[in-house]
């Protein structure tokens, strides 16, 4: 991440086996909103594309989104939206991706009822699919980043954070590549207001995939 006089911008550089060299940064997009320090994140598939995460304004400057771009065939594609949901926060995105060229992002959308944690695939044959909801909590208030990871048959894990009445639990939902999202299961059950139970991590989902957590 650099600061320039458009605010802070996220730029990359790629090193492939056939060059052995880094190319020259690229800007990922120029930034809407000069205040914005976004994490971004990245992954890398088996067959050499890369896909990098941020958020930031949309392009009218009023709304804060998604935004994606993808390094494929040796050349950045254009940064896109990953959603196009006006009617709230979107952040705590996340992203995975797997030998077999498959990735997967997922996000929170705040809205009037409270948070709701959306995912979108991708699969090199078809493009990206439309996004799906994960789950959603009436009057969710702090949630940290989400996690996620995709093994090789293109199964996915994600694992969130809820705050709901002043109670924090853990959830994690799992779907194989082409089946729809199970609800989502507590992965803790005590349900106290005194306790602090968030910042899930995922292992490597080419083996089982353990949830852990903070809870104290």
Same mark, same amino acid.
């Not at 909801?133 to 990871?149: E, M, Y």
């Not at 089982?208 to 957590?213: D, H, K, S």
């Given at each position: 991440?650099?600061?320039?006089?458009?605010?802070?911008?996220?730029?990359?550089?790629?090193?492939?086996?056939?060059?052995?060299?880094?190319?020259?940064?690229?800007?990922?997009?120029? /930034?809407?909103?000069?205040?914005?320090? &976004?994490?971004?994140? *990245? $992954?890398?598939?088996? =067959? %050499?594309? #890369?896909?990098?995460? +941020?958020?930031?304004?949309?392009?009218?400057?009023?709304?804060?989104?998604?935004?994606?771009?993808?390094?494929?065939?040796?050349?950045?594609?254009?940064?896109?939206?990953?959603?196009?949901?006006?009617?709230?926060?979107?952040?705590?995105?996340?992203?995975?991706?797997?030998?077999?060229?498959?990735?997967?992002?997922?996000?929170?959308?705040?809205?009037?009822?409270?948070?709701?944690?959306?995912?979108?695939?991708?699969?090199?044959?078809?493009?990206?699919?439309?996004?799906?909801?994960?789950?959603? /909590?009436?009057?969710?208030?702090?949630? &940290?980043?989400?996690? *996620? $990871?995709?093994?090789? =048959? %293109?199964? #996915?894990?994600?694992? +969130?954070?809820?705050?709901?009445?002043?109670?924090?639990?853990?959830?994690?939902?799992?779907?194989?590549?082409?089946?729809?999202?199970?609800?989502?299961?507590?992965?803790?059950?005590?349900?106290?207001?005194?306790?602090?139970?968030?910042?899930?991590?995922?292992?490597?989902?080419?083996?089982?995939?353990?949830?852990?957590?903070?809870?104290?």
């Amino acid at each position: 991440t650099s600061m320039g006089s458009d605010g802070f911008s996220a730029y990359a550089t790629v090193r492939t086996s056939a060059t052995a060299a880094w190319t020259a940064p690229t800007q990922m997009k120029p /930034a809407k909103y000069v205040n914005s320090f &976004p994490p971004h994140k *990245v $992954a890398m598939s088996g =067959t %050499g594309e #890369a896909f990098v995460i +941020w958020e930031d304004l949309d392009d009218a400057g009023t709304q804060s989104s998604v935004w994606m771009r993808r390094f494929s065939a040796g050349a950045w594609m254009t940064a896109t939206l990953v959603e196009t949901y006006d009617g709230g926060i979107c952040d705590a995105s996340n992203v995975a991706a797997n030998t077999a060229g498959q990735a997967i992002i997922v996000w929170r959308q705040l809205n009037n009822s409270g948070s709701e944690i959306m995912a979108r695939r991708y699969a090199p044959a078809t493009g990206f699919a439309a996004p799906v909801s994960l789950g959603q /909590a009436t009057g969710a208030a702090w949630d &940290p980043a989400i996690s *996620v $990871a995709l093994d090789e =048959t %293109g199964a #996915a894990t994600a694992a +969130w954070a809820f705050t709901v009445q002043s109670k924090y639990n853990v959830y994690a939902s799992h779907a194989a590549n082409g089946q729809a999202w199970p609800a989502a299961t507590a992965m803790e059950t005590d349900n106290q207001s005194a306790l602090l139970s968030s910042d899930p991590s995922l292992a490597d989902s080419s083996k089982p995939a353990p949830v852990v957590g903070c809870d104290g």
